[in-house]
């Protein structure tokens, strides 16, 4: 869950547009006009994260069915092996998911993040599989969590994707990465954390990709240094797989979260300058 | 990219940190100019108001690198670095954007140009903007990691690395704690304002991402000279005054002797520099505390008020080593620090340490103080080494205090305008 909403989207309707073809999503916000001076080599490129986002959400609902059905069943060792790989489409997309400060809580705050008797969603339930090691009491947030992802589809819809939005979106998700996912804290009774950081990094590298060609044509040297820096990461990343998985974040050296901590701020650093895309060339 | 040295250039000329509140109308006297038309315009046009203002300005070109002989300002901020990349490029290209960004820093001004795209964060990270100059003064040094490093020359500077810069030898009594030891690089930020030595450190290891890491860092305190108009010797925070035996700083031929490198001393590119050795010592205040003042003088020997040495009125007064009491025991005592430390007397190190205060230690409840020792010297091997090795074996302060941190590093020659500091290393 994101601490302080910057508010970067703009949402379009209040009303919810159920059933809208993406289509006439993508007409709609062209129809827009912002002020970036390169707005229009980015059109394609605002228009391309918006599937990949949606894409990613929709992989999430369903995802997420399993995940609450397996909990309603009563099937916790199911629900345990489900729950990591779920989560990591709802961290891919998180710029565009968090941008509902109403739902982003319900459906990612972590214990102490809400008031108890608000505290629903993904940690809750991860709270009663990992310490209590149990689903039961947890099948009415099971139910509540699919309600609250569903809305989310239906409202994602409405979200506005800018340049602003990729540019800061990108750092943003390693700024998730540096302050909850490197210090064990987002998943801290499964200890998954590997999982929500890889798909961070996966959720940055796609809006880079995206702006790459703009990047270089703007400073080459700049694009040449976040794919290095892009490459360390993931072979830091890779050094911790098992299996499909990763490794639980309780099984890390200090040294390989130290490593991972600054292997990501050498990352976001050059990352940040990826605004460059919006001046006139 | 753009052109960055151009744009700095301009940016260097005309506005300082306090030009920046100026222009924008919201300085002190900007603000009250601001209110007739005309000096608003003066206001706009011409930062360089501040400049006469400023006498608060260490130069930072130079034959030699400033902090060193500089007269210590009130606030030290030190970091040590450990080097990601392997490119050598990469090193002298870090280099080159530190020298850059420490001229402007020293004399004030900000790292960059003010950014107007509000898609990019900003240059420069803003916390100085404001602030004098404070006698900032940013000093870098190099470690032997930089050289060989697990048996690897790194950068292909095996043959450049001097035999002095080797690590320091293991001394008796050493609690060395890995994370408070060596490094490849080092920078040494001393100011009279703690925030403006900050500020350097951050926006030099902010560049340095993807190129070094923070290996530790260290803050460190002296009393201030507001606090103390006089500039009489600081105390340490056992309560004695620490550094009365240092050379001259102001004799070339003092500091030819004890601090600065000498052709004919090793490879000629340190030639100007100087060796700079850390040590975080720990103070056991607790303990120290419960101690009567006759032990307290007896450690140091020297009486704590004035600190004279025992059995002298003045603080500057020379030391009679021989001396003895009534019961014929020795005035100043053979385990005394000062006596220790002193040795034959041939040979000093130009010391320039601050306090250090870390919050508590959190195993043992007790205060986490201490000294931040930092001596620069010519050549360690006679000068800071046999010094500590006398110290570890005999000193009655070891009671007291306990060695957690160790570096050396060779601080760089100094930079003219146009160069940039360890170009005789690279080049």
């Given amino acids: ?281 | 990219m753009t052109d960055l040295s151009k744009e700095t250039s301009i940016f260097e000329k005309k506005v300082s940190r306090r030009g920046v509140l100026k222009a924008a109308g919201i300085g002190g006297v900007g603000a009250v100019l601001g209110a007739s038309g005309l000096g608003g315009v003066l206001a706009l046009s011409d930062a360089t108001v501040t400049k006469g203002q400023s006498n608060d300005i260490v130069p930072f070109y130079g034959a030699n690198q400033a902090g060193i002989t500089t007269s210590p300002q009130d606030n030290l901020y030190i970091v040590s670095l450990e080097v990601t990349t392997d490119s050598k490029q990469d090193l002298i290209q870090l280099f080159k954007e530190w020298t850059e960004a420490s001229a402007l820093m020293t004399s004030g001004n900000t790292v960059g140009d003010t950014s107007t795209n509000g898609n990019l964060p900003p240059k420069d990270t803003g916390e100085a903007v404001g602030l004098s100059p404070s006698n900032l003064t940013i000093t870098f040094g190099v470690g032997p990691s930089l050289f060989v490093k697990d048996g690897k020359d790194r950068f292909g500077l095996r043959s450049k690395q001097p035999a002095e810069l080797v690590d320091l030898p293991k001394f008796p009594l050493d609690a060395l704690k890995k994370e408070w030891t060596g490094g490849d690089l080092c920078i040494q930020a001393c100011a009279d304002d703690l925030q403006v030595a900050f500020h350097a450190v951050r926006n030099l290891v902010r560049m340095a991402r993807g190129k070094a890491v923070i290996h530790w860092a260290q803050t460190g305190f002296q009393r201030t000279k507001n606090a103390d108009a006089q500039k009489v010797t600081p105390r340490n925070l056992l309560g004695f005054k620490d550094g009365t035996v240092n050379p001259d700083v102001t004799s070339k031929s003092a500091l030819q002797k004890s601090v600065w490198v000498q052709k004919g001393d090793g490879p000629d590119w340190l030639v100007g520099g100087s060796y700079m050795v850390v040590r975080r010592i720990q103070m056991y205040i607790e303990v120290w505390d419960r101690s009567t003042l006759n032990d307290q003088e007896a450690t140091f020997g020297r009486h704590r008020d004035s600190g004279a040495p025992l059995g002298k009125q003045n603080e500057f007064d020379s030391a009679d080593f021989e001396a003895v009491d009534e019961t014929g025991r020795l005035v100043i005592p053979e385990t005394a620090h000062m006596r220790v430390a002193r040795g034959d007397g041939k040979h000093s190190i130009l010391r320039r340490s601050y306090s250090y205060t870390d919050g508590m230690d959190t195993k043992t409840g007790s205060l986490d103080a201490g000294l931040v020792f930092i001596c620069f010297q010519r050549r360690p091997s006679t000068q800071f080494i046999p010094m500590q090795q006398r110290l570890a074996k005999n000193d009655k302060l070891n009671e007291y205090i306990v060695h957690r941190g160790s570096a050396l590093f060779a601080c760089l020659p100094g930079v003219q305008k146009g160069g940039y500091i360890g170009e005789t290393l690279f080049d």
């Avoid at chain 1, 302080?4 to 999503?25: D, I, P, R």
């Avoid at chain 1, 565009?96 to 739902?103: K, M, N, P, T, W």
């Avoid at chain 1, 309780?250 to 292997?263: C, G, M, N, R, Y």
């Fill in chain 1, 1 to 281: 869950m994101k601490k302080a909403k910057t508010a970067v989207a703009v949402l379009l309707s209040t009303s919810l547009l159920f059933g809208c073809s993406q289509k006439n999503e993508e007409a709609t916000t062209k129809k827009e006009e912002t002020k970036e001076v390169a707005k229009d080599a980015l059109d394609g490129v605002t228009a391309e994260y918006r599937e990949y986002a949606i894409n990613e959400i929709e992989e999430f609902v369903i995802a997420t069915e399993e995940f609450t059905n397996a909990v309603i069943e009563g099937d916790v060792e199911k629900a345990k092996e489900l729950y990591a790989p779920a989560r990591m489409h709802y961290e891919r997309a998180e710029p565009i998911a968090e941008v509902f400060g109403d739902l982003d809580p319900k459906i990612d705050a972590r214990e102490g993040d809400v008031p108890e008797d608000e505290w629903t969603g993904y940690h809750r339930i991860e709270y009663g599989l990992w310490e209590k090691n149990t689903t039961k009491g947890y099948e009415e947030y099971a139910e509540q969590l699919m309600k609250d992802v569903h809305l989310l589809r239906a409202k994602v819809e409405t979200v506005e994707v800018t340049p602003d939005l990729l540019v800061t979106g990108a750092v943003d998700l390693l700024n998730e990465v540096s302050t909850s996912k490197v210090t064990g804290e987002e998943d801290r009774y499964s200890h998954t954390d590997l999982y929500d950081f890889v798909a961070n990094v996966q959720g940055a590298e796609e809006i880079f990709n995206l702006l790459k060609d703009e990047v270089k044509a703007k400073d080459a040297d700049l694009a040449a240094t976040i794919e290095a820096q892009f490459a360390q990461v993931h072979s830091l990343l890779d050094q911790q797989k098992e299996g499909d998985g990763y490794k639980l974040y309780t099984d890390l050296t200090e040294a390989e979260v130290k490593k991972f901590s600054q292997a990501v701020d050498a990352l976001a650093e050059p990352l940040s300058q990826i605004g460059i895309v919006t001046e006139a060339s």
